[in-house]
């Protein structure tokens, strides 16, 4: 995951206790070093600037806003005549980036500083500065200047002429192009849009579906679910919330009575209906004819025309060629569960149903695919996996990772380390780790790019900056922080962005490593979870903290691997058949769309791709991605499709996922040109041959 601001399209182990364990990062140099470094190769590293109080805080956005609109006036008011390309779209980069910049900083502090009204500051002018960026889109002045430039056709460099493509594409998709009156009409649409998806996602929020059972009916529920507070009830009956989901899960997976899960399948698929399907219908119908009035031929098209799919019927074929592709998988995956059933039965025909899949699912892992993750634990203590890590993407990708003090951090523990190029020495940028939960922090795993790379006006390359903001275990006082390899895996990904922040390289900021499209950006990080499944990178650095002699055994590696294919098959399918209901609803035209039986065709295709639904109900109704996911849950997938099929290039390689060979092209190919080209470019270079769902057949399970 990267965090980033709407804006711009785009415990601790304390500093000093560490440096003087570890050897491997005793280092006398310092940031005025590097700095030194980077000046000699016409580069600059300089370190964000964080507001300590509220006022501050206040100042710099304050400053910022101000400086960028007078700065987009005097752009605005060039004579046309002397208008160029660099007095235009590059000058409006550089404008806006400076205070994507800030609004960077504003979106950490709100995650991270140890003061809440700093965070409560931070959160406020985060609202501001979406605000005056949405305004931005909208403005006439800067719209026209621009456009007399783009009007001209100036013959441009590629990646200048991406600029330009990009953002006129950009204002024709927010209706500029449009003359005044159907403007106003689209902004129209778009507002009472915006309303309907509001009002979907308050129904989904307030559904709620109560159900009353006896113990009886719940055999088989841990208790620990019966005991948690508010369950039991004074008459003696246990109420079961279908609208939380852990209580779906709890229930579903391990009531014993099959009416029992089938009363809660019905109310967990009703969930909403009544409210959100006229409401849905109406946002399908409002897409349709704004896309139309846009240009579009429909909803998906234009959603997707900004992303690596281009076009909904695109991502209608990557989806349906999956359903094909993992038909042997998901059948044999049906016919074990159902064999499940036919032992508890004893009925040879019995037929599986919506509500035994995640009953008989868990029971097939609980008893042949039992891997004892917690016992694995000891195998990663905090510290030896992140050199590990680190060892390893300074291997592969030809880099060097140095820990210095860092002259400002936001709260005690947090590190700052300067990445240089191995083979060269020079710097390449730098990132913050900041790794324990602590009150009021950011409580998920991401990365948060603290500034871009980009080139400045006199010339010199500007490093980016980036930080890493995760929550892993804290140690205690006879153990080390131990890690899941859950949060290996982890720790793999989120390291993979800041990768990506820091090895792109473009001139502008809107090309940057986290510009790239939405249904991309996810992949090469995706790709690198891998890494975490693998023997021989494990063995690099896993070892029991008590004796590191001992190793995570081969088998208890095949066991998780084991246990990830064994469900694989209907996991992915569920995953599609969302992304089918999502674009089956928005592939049409607004008459179209107002014909449709929005519930029997997302029913429909349920039944096809996994199971039927139970009568009479309507899951979509349900399903709150369809407000601001629209028409991109297929990217969830197309993402992780690429990871496998890239990670299969390392997979082939002599030195398999340690190949420095295709790490560098991986480097050169994918993370180093950022969003400068087209990134369906970038893979091919990257792969050496097109895009494939092989790798990825292979990685469920699917033997050729
Ligand atoms: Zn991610």
Redesign the pocket.
Same mark, same amino acid.
């Given at each position: 995951?990267?965090t980033s601001a709407r804006a711009f399209r785009a415990l601790s182990l304390l500093v000093l206790s560490l440096t003087s364990l570890l050897p491997a990062f005793a280092t006398t140099l310092t940031l005025a070093d590097f700095q030194a470094a980077a000046a000699r190769n016409h580069q600059s590293l300089e370190l964000p600037v964080y507001a300590r109080t509220p006022d501050e805080l206040k100042a710099q956005v304050d400053a910022a806003i101000k400086t960028a609109d007078a700065e987009f006036a005097v752009l605005a008011a060039q004579d046309p005549a002397k208008l160029t390309f660099e007095n235009t779209f590059a000058a409006s980069d550089a404008i806006g980036a400076r205070v994507g910049g800030v609004s960077r900083l504003v979106g950490t502090i709100a995650q991270s500083s140890l003061d809440a009204a700093m965070r409560n500051t931070a959160n406020e002018l985060s609202v501001k500065i979406d605000e005056w960026s949405i305004g931005l889109d909208y403005r006439e002045d800067l719209y026209r200047a621009l456009k007399t430039v783009a009007d001209r056709q100036p013959k441009l460099g590629a990646e200048e002429q991406r600029l330009l493509d990009d953002q006129m594409r950009d204002y024709r998709r927010a209706g500029l192009a449009l003359p005044a009156a159907e403007r106003a009409e689209v902004e129209k649409l778009r507002k009472e849009l915006t309303g309907l998806e509001t009002q979907f996602g308050v129904n989904i929020n307030e559904a709620r579906g109560p159900i009353d059972f006896t113990a009886e009916e719940l055999a088989g529920v841990p208790a620990s679910f019966l005991e948690s507070p508010g369950v039991k009830q004074p008459d003696g009956k246990y109420r079961v919330m279908a609208n939380i989901t852990w209580h779906a899960i709890a229930v579903g997976e391990n009531a014993d009575n099959p009416e029992t899960r089938r009363k809660l399948s019905v109310a967990r698929n009703s969930l909403a209906a009544e409210k959100n399907v006229p409401v849905l219908k109406q946002m399908v119908v409002l897409r349709a004819e704004i896309a139309h009035r846009l240009g579009y031929a429909n909803w998906a098209d234009y959603r997707t025309e900004t992303r690596m799919a281009k076009t909904g019927a695109t991502a209608v074929k990557f989806e349906e060629d999956l359903v094909k592709g993992l038909q042997p998988k998901f059948a044999a995956e049906m016919e074990t569960l159902r064999q499940l059933k036919v032992k508890q039965t004893g009925q040879a025909d019995a037929q599986l149903l919506a509500w035994d899949i995640g009953y008989y699912t868990n029971k097939l892992l609980k008893e042949k695919y039992a891997v004892d993750r917690e016992a694995l634990r000891v195998y990663f203590p905090y510290q030896a996996t992140l050199e590990g890590m680190f060892a390893i993407y300074q291997k592969i990708f030809g880099l060097k990772f140095t820990a210095i003090e860092a002259p400002y951090v936001w709260a005690p523990g947090v590190q700052l380390y300067v990445v240089q190029d191995a083979a060269s020495g020079v710097p390449m940028g730098a990132f913050y780790l900041d790794m324990f939960p602590r009150e009021g922090k950011f409580n998920h795993f991401?990365?948060f790019p603290q500034k871009s790379g980009g080139v400045l006006a006199d010339g010199r390359y500007d490093l980016p900056v980036a930080a890493l903001m995760c929550n892993f275990p804290v140690p205690s006082a006879d153990k080390p922080s131990l890690l899941t390899q859950d949060n290996v895996v982890t720790l793999f /990904?989120?390291f993979? /962005?800041v990768m990506h922040g820091m090895l792109s390289r473009s001139r502008f900021v809107a090309q940057g490593g986290f510009t790239v499209p939405r249904d991309f950006?996810?992949a090469p990080?995706?790709m690198l979870e891998n890494w975490a499944w693998d023997k021989a990178v494990l063995d690099t650095f896993a070892a029991d903290y008590r004796d590191s002699t001992k190793k995570i055994p081969a088998d208890t590696i095949a066991a998780l691997v084991a246990s990830r294919q064994a469900t694989e098959g209907y996991a992915t399918r569920r995953q599609l058949t969302y992304g089918l209901v999502d674009l089956s609803l928005h592939t049409v035209s607004a008459e179209q769309a107002a014909k449709m039986d929005i519930v029997a065709v997302t029913n429909a295709t349920l039944a096809r791709v996994t199971i039927a639904p139970p009568p009479d109900t309507a899951f979509v109704a349900y399903f709150g991605h369809l407000a601001g996911y629209d028409a991109g849950y297929y990217g969830y997938l197309w993402a992780k499709v690429m990871a496998i099929d890239m990670a299969s290039t390392f997979k082939a390689a002599p030195a398999g996922f340690l190949d420095e060979k295709v790490g560098r092209r991986l480097r050169d190919e994918v993370y180093g040109v950022g969003n400068t080209r087209d990134v369906a470019v970038s893979v091919e270079k990257f792969l050496g041959r097109p895009r494939s769902q092989d790798a990825y057949l292979e990685y469920v399970g699917i033997k050729k």
């Open positions: 995951m990267i991401a990365c /990904h989120e993979g /962005h950006v996810e990080s995706q």
